[in-house]
């Protein structure tokens, strides 16, 4: 049946793409985007991501933040998909206020306005993310499943980029981290993605509204931002190889995050959108396999066809978790969610599409003396 969905953040990487996956299936979009500079340019006119949707989704520029821009845009909508976010770990951690109003204090002000206002909203999506788990879970040989808490700076500054078994210490294997795995963010972009899903299932729960957090893993593909250096190593690697700059791989390139194409992203989130049945509840949504960074930045080398200068400094950012990999059992079997796109083929996909992108200014170097300056690279 045809929805009214309401996006919030639906001009970004993810929105703009479930945006249109939503209106080909024959349901109505409107979007809530402030188009950020950070991700759309300081001419947000001139965004890609924003002209991709423009005259096709009912679009409202302004602000989850802002009770009256809310108030425009909520009357008549079924669904609405809470996509709007800051989304840099690292700038997370010195961005402090901003990062916990607009994540958690938009979040709020939704619900609020959910909650004491004559609107029809049946269901709540929420875009939280595998932040939540902080390092997630590990094996120990000799105390089986564990989950250790972040890494200490003393370990990682001798070179111990090794999570450790948090009862006899002796470096622990990684596992798919699944939904009953306490949640520890190490972020305060991973505190408000938490405080994000259980506003929105808490209050979901108590109006009777369905409510699904999705834990995204790191998504990427055509459209991503390559001009924001806070997020993404895929997009900060990609213009560095494109300007003949030297790749700076942090720790030992041994750490690993679950990469999940754009495509099968959006497939979940329909399939969470489309479910008829109440739901309240938080799924993982990624690719379910591990791929090392080290062997990530080879990849888009020879994708890219150009070598660089390839340095694994040793270097780390507080708040880094080392490995990622999503448990899909759950999302699985509550929606048939099954991701369809390999790493090969996705980032085949994605270094097409960057080679025929304009190259970026790189601001990566800015970024980490930024955090450097704050102490929060070591
Ligand atoms: N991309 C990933 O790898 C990933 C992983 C896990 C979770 N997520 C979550 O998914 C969501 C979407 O991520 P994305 O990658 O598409 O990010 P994005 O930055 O491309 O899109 C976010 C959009 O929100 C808009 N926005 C920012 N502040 C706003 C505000 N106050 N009011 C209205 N709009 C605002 C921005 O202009 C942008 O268009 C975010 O909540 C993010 O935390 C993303
Ligand atoms: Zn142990």
Not at 132 to 145: A, D, L, P
Not at 261 to 282: K, N, Y
Request: hydrophobic share 40%; with cysteine; proline share 3%.
């Amino acid at each position: 049946m045809a929805q009214n969905i309401l996006i919030t953040g639906g001009a970004g990487f993810i929105g703009s793409k479930l945006s249109l996956r939503l209106l080909a299936k024959g349901h109505h979009v409107r979007v809530l985007d402030t188009l950020s500079a950070q991700i759309h340019g300081a001419d947000a006119e001139t965004s890609a991501l924003f002209r991709s949707i423009q005259g096709k989704v009912e679009f409202f520029r302004g602000s989850v933040t802002n009770r009256e821009d809310l108030m425009k845009v909520l009357p008549g909508v079924d669904t609405v998909v809470h996509l709007a976010a800051e989304t840099g770990t690292g700038q997370s951690m010195y961005a402090i206020r901003h990062y916990s109003d607009v994540n958690i204090g938009g979040t709020a002000l939704l619900l609020d306005v959910i909650a004491n206002e004559p609107v029809p909203v049946r269901k709540i999506v929420v875009a939280s993310s595998r932040a939540v788990y902080g390092e997630g879970k590990y094996e120990c040989v000799e105390h089986g499943y564990v989950f250790p808490l972040s890494r200490s700076a003393r370990d990682m500054a001798r070179g111990d980029f090794d999570v450790h078994c948090p009862v006899c210490g002796v470096p622990a294997r990684m596992v798919c981290t699944d939904e009953e795995s306490p949640v520890r963010p190490a972020s305060v972009y991973g505190i408000t993605k938490l405080t994000q899903e259980q506003l929105v299932l808490t209050v979901g729960k108590a109006l009777g509204v369905s409510a699904i957090a999705f834990r995204y893993q790191n998504v990427y593909g055509p459209g991503q931002s390559l001009s924001n250096p806070y997020t993404g190593i895929l997009s900060v690697f990609s213009t560095r190889i494109r300007n003949g700059g030297n790749i700076n791989i942090f720790e030992d390139g041994k750490e690993s995050r679950d990469f999940v194409f754009i495509d099968d992203v959006v497939s979940a989130t329909v399939q969470g959108i489309e479910h008829e049945a109440p739901v309240v509840d938080a799924f993982n949504v990624g690719s379910g396999k591990a791929t090392d960074v080290g062997t990530m930045a080879q990849m888009l080398q020879h994708n890219l066809g150009k070598t660089v200068p390839v340095a694994v400094s040793g270097q780390f950012r507080i708040g880094d978790i080392r490995h990622n990999v999503a448990d899909l059992r759950k999302v699985r079997a509550a929606f048939g969610f099954e991701p369809v796109v390999s790493i090969e083929a996705g980032l085949r996909l994605f270094t097409e599409w960057v080679g025929s992108e304009r190259v970026q200014e790189d601001r990566y170097e800015e970024s980490l003396r930024e955090l450097g300056a704050k102490g929060l690279l070591k």
